[in-house]
């Protein structure tokens, strides 16, 4: 009657929610038996055969809920109804139920025999419990959420050992119940031995009355909550036993599966790192093997190489071969690149058909170096002859090679002496003359005056810096006009067979490169203009002989400009002088021309000569002093510096005294 009273009570909801509810519990009170006052017949029974054994083999499952206890009735409003002193009712007998397989020893907790002060405790209700029957492990049950941990101890009503203690789950702090946790109990009486799982129930102060609407709501939201996925991370919460029990099963086999499926993917994963570096180590090892089998490789090919060079140069070959002759067929000229080498050289003359291949060259250069440059040479002739024509010490077959000295015009001067230096047009002219089988070919110097003086300077390669003074009046129409733009040095490379334009283009725009290369540019402190520098250059290039006092000299040509007073160089005076003399006199130092100092102020309108880079980087760094006079007083080119007039004339006549000047002394 109870079972289904309670069933009905939770398809009708909660107490207080139902107004039927006072019918139910006055039919209660009817239909209840009372479980002080056992029937005659259960009176019989136990006064015949004693307490009836439960038999837990074939007890039924317990499908229904046991009746929740039933809580104090609602006061009226504005009453005060003190609290009943609680009693502790008799616990009915359970219900027989089928036998249910056993649990696994580690799905379920037996506490430990009752010793101590409670041993021996006469059967009773237990401490801080209220009244109300017992829950059993196959009552539905809610996951435990957090909460805290209380200790408690039931009484089994036909057991004679004392209350059993058992020790609940945490406190729900969403239902405010104990989830009731399995307990093993194991009681031993006079017929045998019986084991049954006792539940702590919680008090009725932290749990709640709850209705069978309620808990049947409950439930079904419970079965509803999907269970969280075990790839998030997060613990799953424990399953809920089912009201057969199985349920409670199946959680702890999906768990004890999960932890199974966990353990194995832990092995695989092991497995996995094993392959891997196991597939590390094998690649390692092809890798050194490759290396190892490279290295020896590259050695074999190299042994096999040494060998077969070795073997060519002993005995020869296809590609060694050559011509006898020694007088060749034809003239030719040939260009070697500068940084060229033996196989470069042997490559080129094979193929203008020089030699007749380039392995005989090499072979019969034996390792000699050799210059780049214009080469006149002959077809068809031996390899050893063409060795013997290119490194010639004589250079008789070099073509379009010159070295301009510094301070160098651009044309020829006589000196006093009588002889006649070349200047760098008449240079020019020897280095590109040459005769190809019977045909001049080279530029002469009318052809280099004519172009200098009238080409356009762009087309001369005139750098920007310059072209102002290229094409200013007092130079116009005069070849001078280019004087100072071709740098001193060896020119190698002056190609015969081009015209006088592009001969002066091509050196006029390589010493441009030089010239700023020395820092005309960009490190000049003399504080003039590119152009002016190097006009000053060239008359320091030209009066000292020794070039520690080429600094001392650019400082007497500044301060001389600063003072606004004529320089007085002779060597502006011969520049146009038809013989140069370093005692200046008559016509020389009378001559109103441009260039003559004597006569004008301020610098020359073109440089004097060739400026090399020692007097460049004079000029653009000049000695600190205050000299404006200075005179060589013998051949060794000694020179003395004077910062009054009457001191440079006790200094001039020391010139007088060794016989290097003449005038005024």
Known sequence: MDDEHYRHSRRRGAPGSDPSHDDIDRLRYFTQPNPDRPSRHRRRRDDADGPAPVDTGRAMPQRIEPRPP????????????????????????????????????????????PHGPSAGR?????????????????????????????????????????????????????????????????????????????????????RPTTTGREASDARSAEDDRPAQDERSGTEEPPAKAGRSGRT?????????????????????????????????????????????LAFVLVLFVAMLGAIGYAAMRAFGGPSAEDYTGATGLADVIVEIPENSTLSDFGTILADRDVVKSSQAFINAAGGRTMEGGFYKLRTQISASTAVDMMSDTSRVHRVGLMNVPEGLQLESKKGIDGKTTPGIFEMIADATKVDINGAHRGVTVKQLEKVAATADPKSLGVPEWA????????????????EGLIAPGTWEY?????????????????????????????????????????????????????????????????????????????????????????????????????????????????????????????????????????????TDGTTLFANTYEEHKRNRQKACDTGLLSTGC
């Open 70 to 113: 039933q809580g104090p009735r609602r006061p009226a409003p504005g009453s005060y109804t003190p609290p009943p002193a609680p009693t502790a009712p008799a616990q009915p007998a359970p219900p027989m139920r089928r036998p249910e397989p056993p649990q696994a020893p580690s799905q379920q907790y037996v506490p430990p025999a």
């Open 467 to 482: 072209r102002k003074w290229v094409t200013a009046s007092d130079v116009k129409g005069d070849f001078r006009r280019i």
């Open 248 to 292: 409670e099963r199946a959680g702890t086999a999906g768990r004890s599966g999960k932890a199974g499926r966990a353990g194995k993917d832990n092995r695989k994963a092991r497995s996995d790192d094993r392959d891997t570096a196991a597939a590390d180590t094998a690649r390692k090892r092809k890798r050194k093997r490759r290396t190892a």
């Open 122 to 206: 006469p059967p009773g209700p237990a401490r801080g419990l209220p009244p109300g029957p017992p829950t059993y492990d196959d009552v539905e049950r809610t996951p435990p959420q957090t909460g805290y941990f209380r200790r408690e101890a039931v009484y089994d009503g036909n057991s004679d050992t004392g209350p059993i203690e058992v020790i609940p789950g945490p406190v729900d702090t969403h239902t405010g119940q104990i989830p009731p946790s399995p307990v093993a109990a194991t009681r031993t009486q006079t017929s045998g031995e019986v084991d049954r799982a006792a539940v702590a129930v919680p008090a009725e102060s932290t």
């Open 494 to 634: 002056i190609n015969p067979e081009h015209s006088a334009t592009q001969i002066l283009s091509e050196l006029i725009s390589q010493s441009v490169s030089r010239f700023e290369k020395w820092g005309l540019l960009n490190d000049n402190g003399s504080g003039l203009t590119p152009y002016e520098t190097l006009v000053t250059a060239s008359v320091v290039e030209r009066e000292a002989k020794n070039p520690e006092d080429f600094p001392k000299v650019a400082r007497v040509i500044l301060n001389r400009l600063a003072k606004d007073q004529r320089l007085e160089m002779d060597s502006t005076s011969n520049y146009k002088a038809e013989v140069t003399n370093i005692d200046v006199h008559g016509d020389a130092y009378s001559d109103e021309n441009p260039w003559n100092t004597y006569q004008i102020f301020g610098l020359p309108p073109t440089p004097i000569g060739a400026v090399g880079e020692r007097a460049l980087e004079s000029t653009e760094h000049p000695a600190k002093g205050r000299w404006l006079y200075f005179v060589s007083i013998d």
